[in-house]
């Protein structure tokens, strides 16, 4: 069984064969050393209220956005149990 990561840049999927939150690589496809996240944290995205989002949301690379959405208590993520 893998999990999928997605590229922070260029939404490039990698599957790897553990499960964490992020895996920290150089993409292949951009070129681009990011944060690549698990698929179910960029889903979680999506529960961001548009209207809570910054101007640049749509720019701004999606670890960027995770770690925005964190910080500014719009998603709550466990330490514990699933991703």
């Known amino acids: 069984m893998t999990d999928s990561y997605v590229c922070p840049h260029c939404g490039r999927v990698e599957d790897r064969p553990y499960r964490v939150r992020l895996i920290i690589l150089t ?3 951009c070129g681009e050393n990011g ?3 698990h698929e179910s944290l960029v889903e979680r995205l ?3 209220p548009e209207a809570e989002r910054p ?3 749509g720019e701004m690379p999606l ?10 208590g719009l998603l709550q993520l466990s330490f514990t149990g699933p991703l």
């Open 46 to 48: 999506d529960e961001v």
């Open 27 to 29: 993409c292949p496809d």
């Open 55 to 57: 101007d640049d949301w």
């Open 63 to 72: 670890d960027e956005r995770l770690q925005y959405a964190v910080r500014e």
């Open 35 to 37: 944060r690549f996240l």
